[in-house]
């Protein structure tokens, strides 16, 4: 299996900037896409940005041109780099990763991280 590990969150005021990682583990298991995901309380979890391992980029509407996904596949790394942070961003963000196992590509399995909290408040 694969295992992700964010880090990057914290407080920051509004207007100001982020920025998370997600390493994933070394593993036979190939990683495809990553996404980011949130969850602020009394919510759903909701899509952030995906990134595809040919470095296609997805956003959800409200974080496009605000927000920066990249991918380091070398370092199995996916980046969020927030900027013109808002109150409303608020929410624990989580890492997302579709896998595969050598043995049968077709497979995908999901796997995340556990979270990091971003918290934009003055």
């Known amino acids: 299996q694969v295992h992700l590990v964010e880090s990057g969150g914290g407080l920051v005021q509004p207007g100001g900037s982020l920025r998370l990682s997600c390493a994933a583990s070394?593993?036979?298991?190939?990683?495809?896409?990553m996404d980011w995901y949130r969850q602020a309380p009394g919510k759903q979890r909701e899509l952030v940005a995906g990134?595809?391992?040919?470095?296609?980029?997805n956003y959800a509407d409200s974080e496009k041109g605000r927000f920066t996904i990249s991918r380091d596949n070398a370092k199995n790394t996916v980046y969020l780099q927030m900027n013109s942070l808002k109150p409303e961003d608020t929410a624990v963000y989580y890492c997302?990763?579709?896998?595969?196992?050598?043995?049968?590509?077709?497979?995908?399995?999901?796997?995340w991280g556990q979270g990091t909290q971003v918290t934009v408040s003055s």
């Open positions: 997302h990763a579709r896998i595969s196992p050598p043995w049968d590509t077709s497979r995908e399995f999901d796997t």
């Open positions: 990134i595809t391992s040919g470095g296609s980029t």
């Open positions: 070394e593993s036979i298991f190939s990683i495809n896409a």
